[in-house]
């Protein structure tokens, strides 16, 4: 069960063009700019000299790659990390990424942020054909039909070609061969992906924030349906899959990405602050001051300060120390930490008309928490204000949503809803406003089906996390 969304993934890739002294720690520094997708575990391969090497555990990226463990890994010209949350497979060591194979042709290294909706079709091929698994991951699937494609075949893009035309669903990949790294994007998009470059270094992520971070240029977003090859220092690309209806995460800009980051020509921050615009347009309140749950209601919170002139207040303290509440896989350990990781201000809120900002109401659980601390402080009256339309339905593309009867927006309405939580008044975004808000993004369409059940591509008859067990 989940209180809040539960993330995908973060992806990384660097290729220099000479051996790199701090290739490691490079790779540690971007995927700590991506930590916020995915709190569960983390791995770094690195190729030396045609061989792949590497270390992964469960763990955030500080605890996992110690300074110990970093200087214990080769250096090289290539190396991809990867950090993970479990939308596919259980939490545990065997299922962390990158997945690293050796085949009849050499090596092979795969970091997979999506979910496949054809993974369990394709596994149960694989495995009358023979093949054997690890994990209980969709990425394995993808390392199994890339090393078959590689024996039909004369190159490692020839192979990540016709895997694509295989797999289904949401997948952007960053992939190693002893001599090339080969990043991918779904032909709808599901999942960011970008690439940048310093004067020696090519950079994959799916973030632009990780770009920042480790001193790279941005330099654009790969394109759904583009394959781009790095090899004998030389950029290739290639477009392998046809125009097809996008489908770019529309949550990413609503809660996964960092406000720092810009996605598709959209920046994440002014994204959620004109959220918080519309939100004051479309449902203003008489208050005394405006406060975003933290850390990804804040931005939408400020939006909504400034279009209805209501001022801006922090309303809790949170604990440094404590992750994202849904990372848990108890609901009792996040039960616990709701309460640890968010504490009222009461000389804040104390006989206070407050309008209390948050990206999205799941299971309803935390907002609930969160209304009675603040009124158990003193708050006068707290008015809801979500950043996002009603959660209707599931998600097959990567974001850990699989069972409707744990959305609380499927089964009541808007009014149900209030007075199951507390709030003295509550008001979704409306999806006319989510649609405006997203002009200024270069992709036109979006997924939207947790929001209104049309998905852009077919969907599988049900979806089920450990499906693989």
Do not use: W
Request: glycine share 6%; net charge neutral; hydrophobic share 35%.
């Amino acid at each position: 069960m989940f209180k809040k969304l539960k993330e995908e993934c973060g992806i990384f890739g660097i290729y220099s063009k000479e051996e790199k002294e701090d290739l490691v720690g490079t790779v540690c520094v971007g995927l700590t700019a991506l930590q916020h997708r995915g709190e569960e575990s983390c791995g770094i391969a690195i190729n030396e000299d045609r061989s792949i090497y590497f270390h992964k555990d469960v763990g955030l990226v500080t605890d996992v790659f110690t300074k110990h463990v970093q200087e214990s890994l080769p250096q090289g010209k290539m190396a991809i990390g990867h950090v993970r949350y479990s939308t596919t497979g259980m939490s545990r060591k065997e299922n962390a990424q990158p997945m690293v194979v050796k085949h009849k042709k050499g090596y092979l290294a795969v970091a997979h942020n999506g979910n496949l909706t054809n993974a369990l079709e394709l596994k149960k091929e694989l495995e009358d054909q023979g093949a054997i698994f690890t994990t209980t991951s969709d990425t394995e699937v993808i390392c199994h039909i890339i090393v078959r494609e590689r024996l039909k075949t004369g190159s490692i893009e020839e192979a990540v070609k016709s895997t694509m035309k295989i797999i289904k669903g949401a997948y952007s990949l960053v992939i190693m061969s002893p001599e090339k790294m080969i990043a991918v994007r779904d032909p709808q998009g599901f999942r960011p992906l970008c690439m940048g470059h310093t004067e020696k270094d090519i950079i994959f992520a799916s973030e632009s924030s990780a770009l920042d971070t480790t001193g790279a240029e941005f330099d654009r977003d790969i394109e759904p349906g583009e394959m781009v090859i790095v090899a004998n220092n030389e950029i290739k690309s290639e477009k392998v899959l046809p125009n097809e209806k996008k489908g770019l995460c529309v949550f990413e800009y609503i809660y996964f990405a960092r406000p720092d980051s810009t996605i598709d020509g959209l920046n994440v921050h002014i994204f959620r602050e004109n959220a918080g615009r519309c939100l004051a347009k479309q449902a203003p309140v008489d208050a005394d001051i405006v406060a975003g749950v933290p850390d990804s209601g804040i931005d939408a919170a400020l939006g909504y300060s400034k279009q209805s002139k209501i001022p801006y207040d922090i309303v809790f303290i949170k604990s440094k120390y404590i992750g994202r509440t849904f990372i848990q896989n108890t609901q009792t350990k996040r039960k616990k930490l709701v309460a640890l990781k968010l504490n009222p201000l009461k000389h804040t809120v104390k006989d206070k008309k407050i309008v209390l900002i948050d990206d999205s109401i799941v299971r309803g659980t935390t907002i609930t928490k969160i209304i009675k601390s603040l009124k158990d402080s003193g708050a006068k009256e707290v008015h809801v204000r979500i950043a996002a339309p009603p959660f209707i339905d599931v998600c097959y593309f990567g974001t850990d949503i699989d069972k409707k009867e744990n959305l609380m927006a499927n089964k009541k309405t808007v009014e149900e809803i209030r007075q199951e939580i507390g709030a003295d008044t509550l008001e979704f975004l409306s999806l006319d406003s989510l649609k405006e808000i997203t002009k200024g993004c270069k992709v036109s369409d979006f997924c939207e089906g947790c929001f209104t059940s049309k998905y852009p591509i077919e969907v599988p008859d049900s979806i089920d996390k450990n499906r693989f067990e």
